[in-house]
T-cell receptor, first 118, second 113 residues
Framework: DAGITQSPRHKVTETGTPVTLRCHQT?????MYWYRQDPGHGLRLIHY???????DKGEVSDGYSVSRSKTEDFLLTLESATSSQTSVYFC?????????????????FGPGTRLTVT | QQPVQSPQAVILREGEDAVINCSSSKALYSVHWYRQKHGEAPVFLMILLKGGEQKGHEKISASFNEKKQQSSLYLTASQLSYSGTYFC??????????????FGKGTTLSVSS
């Protein structure tokens, strides 16, 4: 199994509070991703990173920010949590094969964080 | 730009076959397939690249029609362990630095004995 951990694994928070989720990898993979999973929507990309301090927005980035100051850590912050952000959040990593920079390869997913905003 | 998967759900008996389809309105670099069991993380099954290269699972196959921007996942002689939700992910260019996967909503497969 790829070395990916997410913390916390479960969190309950109140509307309006800031929340930070952490993804940590030990694989030295360049690409890291944050997804949210909701019934009927599948997996939706929030933000992704293609290197330290290199990040970009995904499909559903409003209300979220990210940071990546080290290769191994990718943080997702909900600046002011809302009930619509109640979801399961997955982090994923990938590393393009040599000579194919820019093409994502198989992604390895972390165990997920279940976030409930009340 | 989310790819469309069909059917939404499939119910099978052990030994039966199934096909799951994935189509996109965007030009595709590759198509990925993942399976997720209830309460677990998605797990990589297969990737199909432009040009026909295929990597993946030994008992599950797939096709990729670049012109039609479609992919199909073929599960033959299904086993109980095949149960789960299957997601296709279509790879799209997002900036000069690279690409990202956009996933479909998933197809739930239930295999019974």
């Amino acid at each position: 199994d790829a070395g990916i951990t997410q913390s916390p694994r479960h969190k309950v928070t109140e509307t309006g509070t800031p929340v930070t989720l952490r993804c940590h990898q030990t694989e030295n993979h360049r690409y890291m991703y944050w997804y949210r999973q909701d019934p009927g929507h599948g997996l939706r990309l929030i933000h992704y990173s293609y290197g330290v301090k290199d990040t970009d927005k995904g499909e559903v980035s409003d209300g979220y920010s990210v940071s990546r100051s080290k290769t191994e850590d990718f943080l997702l912050t909900l600046e002011s949590a809302t009930s619509s952000q109640t979801s399961v959040y997955f982090c994923a990593i990938s590393e393009p094969p040599p000579g194919l920079a820019g093409i994502s390869y198989e992604q390895y997913f972390g165990p997920g964080t279940r976030l409930t905003v009340t | 730009q989310q790819p469309v998967q069909s059917p939404q759900a499939v119910i099978l008996r052990e030994g039966e076959d199934a096909v799951i389809n994935c189509s996109s309105s965007k030009a595709l670099y590759s198509v990925h397939w993942y399976r997720q069991k209830h309460g677990e993380a998605p797990v990589f099954l297969m990737i199909l690249l432009k040009g026909g290269e295929q990597k993946g699972h030994e008992k599950i196959s797939a096709s990729f029609n670049e012109k039609k921007q479609q992919s199909s996942l073929y599960l033959t002689a299904s086993q109980l362990s095949y149960s789960g939700t299957y997601f296709c992910g279509t790879e799209i260019a997002v900036n000069q630095a690279g690409t990202a996967l956009i996933f479909g909503k998933g197809t739930t497969l239930s295999v019974s004995s």
